[in-house]
């Protein structure tokens, strides 16, 4: 993944870093990559396909024993298997994990998601969706101080990347266990935009 300098993002990035509202700080940043792998992140991409095929493989083997077994036990298996993005039996969900999870490793240099599944990323069915959250998030806090940000916002990320063209994921973080920036339960909103994946992909968070 290779970093890509976004002039139409530069400003948003200076403004949203530690902006400061009364007793609230702003951490927020939008960044471009290329999807185009090389050097380590081809062997990452190597490993994770050849991790995913083992794993599908053996759930299918699990899947085959059920098959002999009461229904209601096939049902929790097909159950296990509904993830959010897809199954990893699909050579395209594969992809698309490997190239999400290549995004986040490259935006967060000092974290490893390598062990992240797909049910931790949520398809956005509609654009709209997300821009309302993302307005709402930073509408009061940002607004008040800086009237029309929003606006500029949204014609630079349209400069940018062109949104309409895009598939969002949302980062589901795991509460649990994972040590991650956005494990800590502070309020975090992180969004995953890709204009056809092999070419480039963007991303975006906030926090406070």
């Given at each position: 993944?290779?970093?890509?300098e976004?002039?139409?993002?530069?400003?948003?990035?200076a403004?949203?870093n530690?902006?400061?509202?009364?007793d609230?700080?702003?951490?927020g940043?939008?960044?471009?990559?290329?999807c185009?792998?090389?050097?380590?992140?081809?062997?990452?991409?190597?490993?994770l396909?050849?991790?995913?095929?083992?794993?599908s493989?053996s759930?299918?083997?699990?899947?085959?024993?059920?098959?002999s077994?009461p229904?209601s036990n096939c049902?929790?298996?097909?159950?296990s298997?509904?993830?959010?993005?897809?199954?990893?039996?699909d050579?395209?969900?594969r992809?698309?994990?490997?190239?999400?999870?290549s995004?986040?490793n490259?935006?967060f240099?000092?974290?490893?998601?390598s062990?992240l599944?797909p049910?931790?990323f949520?398809k956005e069915?509609?654009?709209?969706?997300?821009?309302?959250?993302i307005?709402?998030?930073l509408?009061e806090?940002?607004?008040?101080?800086n009237?029309?940000f929003?606006e500029?916002?949204w014609e630079?990320?349209?400069?940018a990347?062109?949104p309409?063209?895009?598939e969002?994921y949302t980062?589901?973080?795991?509460?649990d266990?994972?040590?991650?920036p956005?494990s800590?339960g502070?309020?975090?909103?992180?969004?995953?935009?890709?204009?056809d994946?092999?070419?480039?992909?963007g991303?975006?968070?906030?926090?406070?």
């Amino acid at each position: 993944m290779k970093y890509l300098e976004e002039k139409t993002l530069s400003w948003a990035n200076a403004a949203l870093n530690e902006f400061c509202v009364g007793d609230r700080v702003i951490n927020g940043r939008l960044e471009c990559f290329s999807c185009k792998k090389a050097g380590q992140d081809k062997k990452l991409a190597k490993s994770l396909e050849l991790l995913y095929q083992s794993t599908s493989n053996s759930n299918d083997v699990v899947e085959q024993q059920q098959n002999s077994t009461p229904s209601s036990n096939c049902a929790s298996v097909a159950a296990s298997n509904n993830v959010s993005i897809g199954n990893l039996a699909d050579s395209n969900t594969r992809k698309l994990l490997i190239n999400l999870i290549s995004t986040m490793n490259a935006s967060f240099p000092d974290y490893d998601f390598s062990d992240l599944k797909p049910e931790q990323f949520h398809k956005e069915v509609d654009m709209r969706t997300v821009v309302n959250a993302i307005n709402t998030q930073l509408a009061e806090i940002v607004e008040m101080d800086n009237v029309g940000f929003l606006e500029k916002l949204w014609e630079s990320i349209v400069a940018a990347i062109a949104p309409t063209d895009c598939e969002v994921y949302t980062y589901i973080p795991d509460m649990d266990g994972c040590s991650d920036p956005f494990s800590d339960g502070t309020f975090t909103t992180s969004y995953f935009r890709g204009v056809d994946f092999e070419t480039a992909a963007g991303a975006a968070d906030f926090g406070r």
